[in-house]
C-alpha cells in the first residue's frame, strides 16, 4: 500500500492454546486463566526501552506476505515457531514519525501502520513450569535476541488491566497497546 510508508505486524500468543479446547483436552479458564506473551524490550533499545511489549516488528521487503513477516519476527524474537493464525485483533494502528538530520528541509515524514494477530506457535503448552526469582509464571521457555529484548514474562488479562486503567505494574510500550492487548483477551472469551 503506497499510502503508508512501514507496515509493522505484531502477535498475541497465548497460554493455554485456545485450540487446546477444541481436543481431548479441556483447559478451565476460571481456574487456569489465558496468560499473554510479553517481552521486555532492551534497556539500550532507542526506542521504549525497558518498556513491555508483544512480539512483532517490521515487514520486510523480502516478506511474500504480511503474515510470513509476522512468522519471521516471532521466530527472531522468541525461537516459537507459528502454526496458525488465529484472527486479527481490532483495526490498525497508524502513526506518523520524522526522519532525518538538519534543517526541517531535509526531516522526511514517515507514516506508520500497524497490524495484530493472535496466533498459535507449536512449542505452547498447557502446564506451568514452574516459578521464576520473580514470582512470575513461566508457562514456555523463550529464546529472547539480547539486542532488542532483555526479558519476557506471561501475563494475564488483571495484569495487562491493572496497568491499562491505573498505570501499575509492568509498563507497557503505550496506553494504546495495553487496549490492545485487553482486546485480544476479550476475543478469547467470545
Not at 501502520?113 to 496466533?119: D, G, H, P, R, T
Not at 488491566?161 to 490492545?180: D, T
Amino acid at each position: 500500500n503506497t499510502q503508508y510508508d512501514r507496515l509493522v505486524c505484531s502477535a498475541f500468543i497465548f497460554t493455554p492454546a485456545p485450540c487446546h479446547r477444541h481436543h481431548n483436552f479441556h483447559v478451565n479458564e476460571a481456574t487456569t486463566p489465558p496468560r499473554l506473551l510479553l517481552l521486555r524490550r532492551s534497556s539500550t533499545d532507542t526506542a521504549f526501552p525497558n518498556l513491555w511489549e508483544i512480539p512483532g516488528g517490521s515487514v520486510d521487503k523480502d516478506d511474500p506476505t504480511i503474515l510470513h513477516g509476522l512468522a519471521r519476527e516471532v521466530f527472531e524474537e522468541t525461537g516459537l515457531r507459528l502454526t496458525r493464525f488465529v484472527r486479527l485483533v481490532g483495526g490498525a494502528i497508524k502513526w506518523t514519525t520524522t526522519e532525518g538530520h538538519g534543517s526541517v528541509d531535509t526531516l522526511k515524514e514517515i507514516k506508520w501502520i500497524k497490524l495484530s494477530f493472535e496466533i498459535e506457535v507449536e512449542e505452547i503448552g498447557d502446564l506451568k513450569i514452574g516459578v521464576d526469582e520473580h514470582g512470575d509464571e513461566r508457562y514456555l521457555p523463550v529464546d529472547l535476541d539480547p539486542q532488542e529484548h532483555q526479558d519476557y514474562a506471561w501475563v494475564t488479562e488483571k495484569e495487562v488491566r491493572a496497568f491499562y486503567e491505573e498505570g501499575v505494574g509492568r509498563q507497557i510500550v503505550s496506553k494504546e497497546q495495553a487496549g490492545k492487548m485487553l482486546e485480544a483477551f476479550g476475543l478469547r472469551r467470545a
